[in-house]
């Protein structure tokens, strides 16, 4: 039976943030498009790609902090194994 993980603070901070990030990100480019009269310009390419780079930034770290998260949960599991095993062992 696999177990379920509850999520950790740093983790709800960056679902948080990453929401904010695309919101707020989203406007603003939609908001700038609008004032350079729907033309697409070289600063307007700039700012769109430096932030579909932070957004791929917060999912890779997203990503990283889970993997690492059942990293350690596994270790967890095999140390407690550990344990008991030794303590079986020395018991006899």
């Known amino acids: ?52 780079l932070m957004v791929i930034f917060i999912i890779l770290l997203a990503i990283g902090e889970d993997i690492k998260e059942g990293i350690l949960l596994e270790q967890l599991d095999e140390i407690r194994q550990l344990k008991e095993a030794f303590l079986k062992r020395k018991n006899r």
Do not use: C
């Open 1 to 52: 039976m696999e177990k379920k993980r509850r999520t950790s603070i740093f983790e709800k901070l960056l679902l948080v943030v990453g929401f904010l990030v695309l919101i707020i990100g989203y406007f603003f480019i939609n908001r700038v498009f609008v004032l350079e009269g729907y033309k697409v310009t070289w600063g307007f390419l700039q700012t769109v790609f430096l932030w579909l």
